[in-house]
């Protein structure tokens, strides 16, 4: 007897020992499978019998787990990086293309101006409206940027359908016609190609269930989706620490830590595999203009449907990459990148670059509401989608039609060549006068310098030119008063802004990214003509660099808009370029500062314009603002049960309000908050239950009260009266809570929702 029980204490013991293990016999049980003698796998059989699995199914079972033991999350992290490179480089080769096709088509048509213009605006509205119609017939949630209502996901409010996979394909296609159409509508790819990830993530994540056989979490859900945030931006650009930091300042108010490994391990895998692409499809083009002979009919790369196009530049996917390089790659001088004097310039450039994000929010957020408010552009975004792009596009394409006022905003170039060109080494204004003396310098400047303007008079064009969309074309009143109670709006508008409402897949940041580079290119470019021997503290002058300045204006510029200070890295990521990192800074912290005090940010705006249920920031900083209490704005009529209650009680609750839960307290004279009961429960509690006048025939069961016959949840949370708005505003962020109950001395005295801190930060707002 003393060995018996020794055995089984011992046997104890090491249960005990590894009780915090998963028990696999119980797992496999569960699964329907048992372990042989011999190594084998027992199946489900015939009527509740075994049968044995083959060897080669056990094996694969054998190296699944063995796989899964470092952990899943790095294998389904690394096909998301890896997929989302593939599909994103796919889509720039493609774009490439059909834009070269585009200007072969131009050319090749000769000087007749009726052709000319016919094939410069035909094609992209064409596109255009084939975007808007195909990705709007397949799904609605497919149009726009996504960010706004990604950052909506992201704090835990369910939006249906908006992560099915049956968007991506409308998305994908519809964004690949929409880049195709070139600086004619002037769109990006940042905001779409960050959703598409994000439903690749949300796909990847119920694979992860099926594969793991585990139950979903929602847990693992929102990792997956903070990871695919930061592989969206970080494909765009090859840049993944400033893609993390970008995507977690935009769409992460608050931001676990643990989660920190995930964005920046895909990210780095995803933008490794772009440029790695970059460099295999190099040596592919080297292999086949190897492979063709001299004498063969064969055109070379450069040479596409038998004309001679302008060679890529060396900064994206061409001319052939020897190895992994930055996507815009900038050759700026590294000895001595600017003067500390200069430090005062950049200064000018972030507040210059501030005051106009400030004017560019506020003529969006307004265009977005009016475009909505007026019956002709309301009817037909409502009904004709196809055929609003076509007359916003055909617009657009007629002013920058290259004969036309093109000539003057260099309109032949696209996305990609008017930043390159914007980061040209080079100072333009010595190169013009170069050029008028004898020879003329070649690369991508020539497209800025007209004859009858100087550089500076196309730079400042290019960018008032963004400005000369009148409201009265779309049928707006002149005067019209701004939804948020502000003056009225200057008849002008940014061009830009008109292509924000189309209602197609497109990107927003390219866009504003590129204005700001225009912007530091002129400063730097005026700078450089006040000072042509440089500038110099100490030692000899240093010669002014345009380039950097504008590298400051695009970080600073876009940063304001967006509310982010990271593209003072993406910028540097972006072009392999760290000299001007700290006047970059410089320019965007002033930017920024200027900005957040003024105008909410373009995300943000999109948020509250379409009405989605998210708490934008609160940017007011008074101390007035810290003494409005929960008290002050909570809803004081709440529909609350006691645990006695019974079926009558549970009837006139559930007919007087559609909450998901009710709060339950102690009884009808006591209103102690003890917890709460969930709507189901309480149709449930009336589906078993009799009504007290219901015929003798018709009773299902005797008469029951809550606290017998339903689970009443414990409350984890519950806020004070005294409660202060900002401490209830980042327990809603942080918690992600939909509703908090308010309790004085323990008693229930109301409630409060997203609802009413939205409205209430509002009001502090206004």
Known sequence: LRGEKEEEEEERVLVSEHSWR??????????????????????????????????????????????????????????????????????????????????????????????????????????????????????????????????????????????????????????????TCGST?????????????????????????????????KFKQHEMLVAAQAVGVATVFGAPISGVLFSIEVMSPHFAVRDYWR?????????????????????????????????????????????????????FLS?????????????????????????????????????????????????MVAVKRNRLTAKLLATDKPVYTVLAVLLLASITFPPGLGQFMASRLSMKEHLISLFDNRTWGVLAANASGGAKPGGLWQDWDHPSATIYGTLTFFLLMKVTMAPQSLGVPPNTVSPWGDPPVSPQFWMLILATTLPLPAGYFMPIFIYGAAIGRLVGEVVALLFPRGLHSEGPPQLIIPAGYALAGAAAFSGSVTHAVSTALLVCEATGHLGHLLPTVLAVLVANAISQKNQPSFYDAGIIVKKLPYLPPIRSRHIASYRVVVEEFMERQVVALAKGDGFQEVLVALDASADAEYPVVESTGSPTLVGTISRSQLVTFLQSHEHPQAPQGEKLATVGTLRDDCTIEPIMLQFSPWTSLHQAYHLFQLLKLQRVFVTRAGELVGAVSRAEVRGENGKKEG
């Not at 796998?41 to 470092?70: D, K, M, N, T, Y």
């Open 185 to 217: 509508v002037f769109l990006g790819k940042v905001g779409p190609y960050v959703h598409l990830s994000a439903m690749a993530a949300a796909y990847l994540g119920k694979m992860r269930t099926t594969v793991t056989r585990e139950y979903e979490n």
């Open 263 to 315: 964005g920046f391990f895909a990210a780095t895998c995803g933008a490794f595999m772009f440029r790695l692409l970059a460099v295999f499809n190099s040596e592919q083009g080297k292999a086949g203009r190897a492979g063709c002979a001299p004498s063969s009919p064969l055109p070379s790369p450069p040479d596409i449907f038998g004309v001679l196009t302008p060679k890529p530049t060396p900064s």
């Open 319 to 367: 001319p052939f990459p020897e190895t992994i390089v930055a996507i815009f790659k900038s050759d700026l001088k590294i000895d001595f990148p600017f003067d500390l004097l200069e430090t005062f310039f950049f200064l000018i450039l972030g507040i210059i670059c501030g005051t106009v994000a400030c004017a560019y929010l506020f003529c969006q957020r307004w265009m």
């Open 22 to 179: 998963p028990c696999p016999t119980g797992r496999r049980r569960v699964r329907g499978e048992t372990p042989t003698q011999k190594g084998g796998f027992w199946g489900p059989g015939v009527l509740g019998g075994q049968h044995p699995i083959s060897p080669l199914a056990g094996c694969l079972e054998w190296v699944r787990r063995q796989l899964f033991r470092v952990g899943e999350d790095w294998y389904f992290l690394f096909i998301l990086g890896v997929l989302m490179a593939t599909i994103s480089f796919t889509m720039d080769i493609i774009i490439a293309r059909l834009h070269a096709a585009h200007m072969w088509l131009y050319r090749e048509i000769g000087d007749i101006g009726v052709l000319k213009y016919l094939s410069w605006t035909l094609f992209p509205t064409a596109l255009a409206a084939f975007s808007t119609g195909f990705s709007q017939s397949i799904t609605p949630h497919s149009g726009g940027s996504g960010i706004p209502e990604l950052k909506t996901i992201l704090m835990g409010v369910v939006l249906e359908d908006y992560l099915a996979i049956q968007n991506f394909g409308a998305k994908v296609v519809g964004l690949t016609c929409t880049l």
